[in-house]
Structure formats: C-alpha cells, structure tokens
C-alpha cells in the first residue's frame, strides 16, 4: 500500500532528500533562497512552496556558517486583539522566540548585551527571556477566544534586533542569519498582510535574510513594500507545455507510492497523463487523485476526475464565500462566470485551447473574483501584458481537469490536450462584457475584524469531517470524542496520545502536525 504523503508538514527532515524532484526552476528558487538578498515564493495551494522553503532551509542550517530558522505562520488566523499592530508584535515575539530556541540547540553563545537588545525584559538568562517571548506569543495566538489586550513591554525596538543578531554573528563567526516565513500572513485580512512586510523589510541588514511564501492573487503588500525593489521574486509554477512536465511528474509520484501500483501506471501510461495534465502543475492535486484510486483502469480515473475537479475542487471554493460573507457574491459570481461562459465557450472554440483572456480595463470586482479563483488554483495568471486587437490584457490558463471533467468520457477527451495546450491560442473576453454587468455593481470587499471574527468563531464550530484527513485520522479523532476544529486545535500532543488508543509519539506528532495544517488551511482558506 502506497504511503502518500499529500503535505510537508508530514514529511521528517530526514526524508526530504528521498522524496526530492527538481527542475530548473525548482533549483533556481532554491538558490534564491539561499542567496544574500530577501525572496518571496509565489505559488498556489499545494504546488510545493512549503517543501522547496524547507529544501533550502534544511541545506542552510547544515552549514556551520548560517544560522536557518524556520517559522510557520499559519496560527495567525487566530490573532485577535486590541492592539492596533497585533500581527507585527506577534511575528516579532514569535520570530525572537524561535531564534533564541535555534540558537540554544546550536550550542552558540548570546552575550549579555545581546540578550538585553532582544528583550526589554529585566530577565537576565535566555531561558527567561524566551520564556517570557514564548508566553507573548501564546497570549496572541489564544486571543481567538476573546479579544483582549497584552502586555509587549518587553518586545524590543526593530533596531536593537537587527544590532543583538549582528553582534550574535559577529562572536561565533556566522555570516548570515535566515528567516523562511511560511504562511506568511491571512490572505483575507489585508491589515496582517501589510504588517508583516513592514516587518519583513525592517528586518532587512547585511546579517539577516528573509524569506516567505506569499498565494497569488490574495497578497497585498502595503504602500511601503515593493516587489521589484525590496526583494527577489519567484514564482513557483509547473508548465505543462515544458518538455519535461510528464517525466518530472512520474518521478514524484515514483517517490511515494508501491511497485505495484508503479507497474500498473508503467503499462498504463495514457491513463497516468491524463492524471498529471488535469492537475495543471499542482503536486498535491496530482497525489490527491492518485491517493483516492481504487485501482488504475479508466473507468476508475474518469470517476476520480470527475469527483476531484468537477465537485470537490468547486466545493472548496464556493466554501471559501461560505466562511468569508464578505467575498460570497465575488466567488459565487467567479464560479458562475468560469463555469457558464469561460469553459463552454473554450470547449465549443475549435480554434481556442485552455487559456482565456481578459481586457486589463474589466471591472475592479472582476480582477478580484478573477484573483480568488488563482488562489484556490482554478485558473492560472500566465502573462499580465498580451495584446489582443491593440488592447492589453491579462492571460489566464484554465486547470485542465476543470475542463475535460465536464466531458462524459474525460479520458479519451484527455487525448487532445496537444492540440488544446498551445499558448497562441486563446478565448477573448473584452472590457464590456455582458457577464460583468452582473457584479460591476458589488463592492470589492473587504472583511472587517467583526465580520473576521463572526466567520472565525462559525469555523471553529466545524465537524472535523470537513478536513482533508484521511479516514483513518477522522475515525480515530471521532472514537476519542474529538468531533469540532477546536477540539482538535485546543489539544496537545501528549493529549492525542493519552486519548488514541495504540497510537505513540512519532505517529501522534504526524497525526497532530497534518491536522493541524488541514485545520488552519481550513481556517485561512
């Protein structure tokens, strides 16, 4: 039986290198995020930021002349307090707290001086100060429950940081300090957004580098952050017009799963293309399938495309309108307009393929509906600047499971993707469209902490049934009467093991991080 593994968060570091495939482009963003400057890694849900972060981490923090922290974000879904800068004060507390942590398992010294520019704290010793950092930031993140105020006395200026981490390299001869962000901050509330590229420019020196994952589309960087100026830009992304899409892909899979099931997908080898092809570039997609197989025969792979791109992919998105009010109508308008006009009109354009185009003049709400659709990686943003009849616009691919899933037969319809996948080819939809008369008149929106919290709270109320866990987790959860999100958030490690029967550390800490991953994807979006 294949062990799939669907999320980094559940691979150990000692198997990274097992389970590694690059490309060219894969080595080129984990040299970026190796070098000298920031970098920001833009790239959908489940197309690999997390894993090709921790590739270049792991490889740094095995250097003796780096120092590599890595640090998740994802609980900052659940911030919220009455301060004003609640998620820069947070990153910065939990940002100090890791380092201090690296730094003590390490075995590299922390001089008094340097320990009282990382702290106002009148603590002496590291190990109160982090404790102290460590109490901040779980105040923050249990501030879900009620908002409330803390105490950031003790969190120290931006400049004093940068000048405790200078003299830190400087007494045990490192060169650089790396700080990989993952999860960098809520893509529905813009504020943390903003924040946390304060922070991660302020933190720019000669001594320190930043590095984060960033979703594209949802990302808003504030008016003082610039991408071209104030870091490296890369963008994860799988073309499936590259010349090594199709063995690039098989050799991931080859990494996870059993020799039976790689004899079957050897024999079969049109039914495998039409996997990798529908998922468009997106790993996880591609493994999901895979993963829900029952066997590999073509009736089976119709059903499981059908399943995967034609309901569960949609659900999820119409699910993000559902938690987040505020955006229902510009997902809801999205759906319609993809799956009503784009599609068909792409299916029935013998001339067309799987991109589309739209005039970069369309409406403010358009672009927006438009952007949550590359979040949750329906479509694609291929080129921001194609002319079309001496107009500019922007082009967009079309996830090709998406398209052939309609199809009664989505396999035998797979075989034409040669014709269908050429860039020169494209469906036009112009600025004045008939479609966009249906949401011109909707404001972009934009949730307020009230609205945030509304949904947050709702959320959390949730069954697990609505994780992406496998049915064995659910089932196991369920026996031990954890049956909501919260449930599971609220509980410890030690806790999970106490309340499973048969399941130990290694397997509870797996079990803990997946679901936790799941959770606060869930939560996030």
């Not at 990153?91 to 398992?105: F, P, R």
């Not at 075995?107 to 190990?127: F, H, I, P, R, W």
């Not at 803390?150 to 830190?168: C, F, G, M, S, Y």
């Not at 949550?372 to 921001?384: A, D, F, H, R």
Request: proline share 2%; glycine share 4%.
């Amino acid at each position: 039986m294949s062990d799939i593994k669907l999320r980094t968060e559940s691979i150990r570091d000692d198997e990274f290198n097992d389970l590694a495939v690059t490309n060219a482009n894969d080595k080129k963003i984990i040299s970026s995020l190796k070098s000298s400057e920031p970098c920001l890694l833009e790239g959908s849900r489940g197309t690999g930021k997390s894993f090709l972060m921790r590739m270049a981490h792991l490889d740094l923090d095995s250097n003796k002349d780096f120092i590599s922290v890595y640090i998740p974000f994802n609980i900052s879904s659940l911030i919220n307090t009455a301060d004003p800068l609640q998620f820069y004060h947070w990153m910065l507390a939990k940002t100090l707290k890791t380092l201090l942590n690296k730094l003590k398992k390490k075995g590299l010294s922390v001089s008094d001086y340097s320990k009282g520019l990382l702290s106002n704290d009148t603590a002496e010793d590291d190990e109160t100060i982090e404790k102290n950092l460590k109490n901040i930031v779980k105040l923050f993140e249990n501030s879900y429950k009620n908002k409330s105020e803390i105490n950031i006395d003790t969190l120290p200026d931006i400049e004093d940081v940068k000048e405790a981490i200078q003299e830190i390299c400087e007494e045990n001869d490192i060169k650089r300090v790396y700080f990989f962000f993952d999860e960098a901050a809520h893509v529905f509330r813009p504020k943390q957004q903003r924040q946390f590229f304060n922070l991660f420019k302020d933190l720019r020196s000669p001594y320190i580098v930043c590095n984060a994952a960033i979703y594209p589309g949802v990302t808003y960087f504030g008016d003082s952050f610039e991408l071209i100026h104030d870091c490296l830009h890369q963008v994860l992304d799988r073309n499936i017009s590259d010349t090594d899409y199709l063995s690039y892909f098989k050799e991931m899979v080859f990494k996870q799963i059993d020799d039976n099931l790689k004899i079957h997908i050897d024999k079969q080898g049109e039914l495998f293309k039409t996997l990798v092809f529908s998922c468009a570039g997106n790993p996880r997609m591609l493994l999901n399938t895979i993963q829900n197989l029952s066997s590999f025969k073509t009736a089976e792979v119709n059903k499981i495309i059908k399943e995967f791109y034609l309901t569960k992919i949609w659900t999820e998105h119409t699910a993000l309108g559902d938690k987040y009010k505020g955006h229902q109508n510009l997902i809801d308008w999205g759906r319609d307009f993809l799956e009503k006009t784009v599609i068909p009109t792409v299916v029935s354009n013998e001339t067309s393929s799987i991109y589309f185009w739209i005039d970069k003049d369309i409406p403010e709400t358009v672009k927006e509906s438009l952007r949550l659709l590359t979040y949750t990686s329906i479509i694609k943003k291929e080129n921001s600047n194609i002319r079309a009849h001496e107009r500019l616009g922007i082009r967009y691919e079309i996830k090709y499971g998406c398209i052939i899933a309609l199809e009664k037969n989505p396999h035998a319809q797979s075989l034409e993707i040669e014709k269908i996948r050429s860039v020169r080819r494209y469906t036009e939809f112009g600025k004045m469209h008939s479609e966009y008369d249906n949401i011109e008149s909707l404001p972009v929106a934009i949730l307020s902490d009230e609205q945030y919290q509304k949904s947050l709270e709702s959320m959390l109320k949730q069954p697990i049934s609505v994780l992406s866990l496998t049915s064995w987790q659910k089932r196991k959860l369920n026996e031990a009467s954890i049956n909501t999100i919260e449930e599971l958030y609220v509980l410890r490690e030690a806790d999970l093991i106490a309340k499973i029967y048969g399941v130990g550390t290694a397997r509870a800490r797996i079990m803990k991080n997946a679901a936790n991953a799941e959770l606060l994807e869930y939560i996030s979006g």
